[in-house]
C-alpha cells in the first residue's frame, strides 16, 4: 500500500526538542521532494522545511531557521524534522508531502507537535 506515515509528535515544553518522522511505504522515495508542513485548527497551512530528492537541497520558513532541520535517510525511506528550541508557536499537526514531477502527491496524515509550559 502507497502511503507516507509521520510519527514523533507529543507535548513538550517551551526550549525542548522532537524529532519528526517521515517514512514512506510502497513506492521509491528518494528521487521525491519532501516538504514539511504545519497547520492549527481555522489556519492555513505553513510551509515549515523542504528538502529535495538526491540534491537534498534545503528550505526553511524564517520563523524555523537555526531551530529546525531537515534531513533525509533515502535507505530507510525517511525524512526527518530535528526541532530545537521549540516554541509554543510551533505547536500544531505536521504533515509531509512527497512531490516528483510526472508522479502523484503523496500526503501523510499528520502528527500533532504541542508546546505548552
Known amino acids: 500500500q502507497v502511503q507516507l506515515v509521520e510519527s514523533g509528535g507529543g507535548l513538550v515544553q517551551p526550549g525542548e526538542s522532537l524529532t519528526l518522522s517521515c517514512t514512506a511505504y510502497?513506492?521509491?522515495?528518494?528521487?521525491?521532494?519532501v516538504t514539511w508542513y504545519r497547520q492549527l485548527p481555522g489556519e492555513a497551512r505553513e510551509m515549515v522545511a523542504s528538502i529535495t530528492g538526491r540534491s537534498s537541497t534545503m528550505n526553511y520558513a524564517e520563523s524555523v531557521k537555526g531551530r529546525f532541520t531537515i534531513s533525509r535517510e533515502n535507505a530507510k525511506n525517511t525524512v526527518y524534522l530535528q526541532m530545537n528550541n521549540l516554541k509554543p508557536e510551533d505547536t500544531g499537526i505536521y504533515s509531509c508531502?512527497?512531490?516528483?514531477?510526472?508522479?502523484?502527491?503523496?500526503w501523510g496524515r499528520g502528527t500533532q507537535v504541542t508546546v505548552s509550559a
Open positions: 510502497g513506492f521509491t522515495f528518494d528521487t521525491y521532494a
Open positions: 508531502k512527497a512531490a516528483q514531477m510526472g508522479r502523484p502527491v503523496y
